[in-house]
């Protein structure tokens, strides 16, 4: 688990200009369309909420031109991640436009960055799972202790979810209306959001040992001894 003011989300708070007092829903490792709800989604929370903000992040590299066309559609005035920090696109803009300053959407065009970026979070959706690719890792921006939802198609991380649900510590949204719902009930009871992120940050940290409980166990089957250096 990691704290969210490591060096890395510090360094990226500066560089997108993200106050410690915003507060900042991230889409994490999303697919298509997920961009598109996710977008008709912070236009709905906006209007009641015009001070949220929104870092997506896609999954694959080569959807990062196509999402940052989505968002110029949309007229969110929008920063991507690998321009410099004073180069903010606003829809229908130019970069570096200074009106383009108050850009409340970072699109994150990088690869590597998910891990650090979870932590600038008061809110996360785990993308992969309003679409049929079996769902992505909700246990990173769990250990930030952030409250975390995704949609149906988990899959490939059942077993995950199941710990994280049993504990009522994330939330499956089985529709684009349940996603939109869940988010605004954590907007307006932030105090519940913030208890649902602590249970999730308690679920990593009981199982973060979880490895090498394993490998021990495992050892103890081999036959012969067994040095470190092997396991």
């Not at 999303?30 to 709800?37: L, R």
């Not at 769990?142 to 649900?165: E, H, K, M, R, W």
């Amino acid at each position: 688990f990691r704290d969210r003011h490591n060096p890395q989300t510090t360094a990226l708070r500066r560089l997108w200009q993200i106050e410690e007092s915003d507060c900042v829903l991230v889409a994490g490792s999303t697919h298509a369309p997920e961009e598109e709800i996710v977008l008709r989604i912070f236009a709905h929370l906006s209007e009641k909420w015009p001070g949220l903000k929104l870092v997506l992040v896609p999954r694959n590299a080569e959807r990062f031109n196509a999402v940052a066309e989505l968002l110029d559609r949309s007229r969110n005035k929008f920063r991507r991640a690998s321009a410099s920090p004073a180069c903010v696109t606003p829809g229908g803009g130019s970069p570096g436009d200074d009106a383009a300053d108050d850009a409340r959407v970072i699109l994150v065009d990088t690869v590597g960055q998910l891990r650090d970026v979870w932590g600038l979070g008061q809110m996360a959706f785990v993308g992969g799972s309003l679409c049929r690719e079996g769902g992505h890792n909700m246990i990173e921006p769990a250990s930030y202790g952030i409250p975390v939802c995704f949609g149906p198609d988990i899959g490939t991380f059942q077993a995950v979810v199941d710990i994280f649900l049993a504990a009522n510590a994330a939330v499956r949204t089985d529709s684009a209306d349940a996603l939109r719902n869940t988010l605004e009930r954590w907007l307006q009871f932030p105090f519940e959001a913030a208890e649902m992120g602590a249970r999730a940050r308690l679920v990593v940290e009981q199982h973060s040992c979880s490895v090498p409980t394993t490998l021990r166990r495992i050892t103890a089957l081999l036959p012969g001894p067994v040095h470190k250096t092997e396991i």
